[in-house]
């Protein structure tokens, strides 16, 4: 079984920065693609960004140029930096392990902005 265990939600202030940390308890070597995605009350689960294990990126439309995922293979651990944030960008952020037709999921770190 894999844990995924996500930190460094908080309550920031509208163009304040976060980073979110989404530590495995195995190497992410053996994972084919790890994201984050975000899910707002009252809305479905979205992606925010995804890396593959040969270090290709995605994002979604609305955080491009404000976001930036990436990985430390040393540490297991996926990064999920937030520069730039919006009161839109409040919800619970999850991080996702994939491994041909398996997720992993963690259980979420709470991101809020308002002033």
Not at 15 to 42: E, H, N
């Amino acid at each position: 079984q894999v844990q995924l265990v996500e930190s460094g939600g908080d309550l920031v202030q509208p163009g304040g920065s976060l980073r979110l940390s989404c530590a495995a308890s195995r190497s992410i070597f053996s994972f084919d693609v790890m994201g984050w995605y975000r899910q707002a009350p009252g809305k479905q689960r979205e992606l925010v960004a995804h890396i593959t294990s040969g270090g290709s990126t995605n994002y979604a439309d609305s955080v491009k140029g404000r976001f930036t995922i990436s990985r430390d293979n040393a540490k297991n651990t996926v990064y999920l930096q937030m520069n730039s944030l919006k009161p839109e960008d409040t919800a619970v952020y999850y991080c996702k392990a994939q491994r041909i037709s398996i997720n992993y999921w963690g259980q979420g770190t709470q991101v809020t902005v308002s002033s």
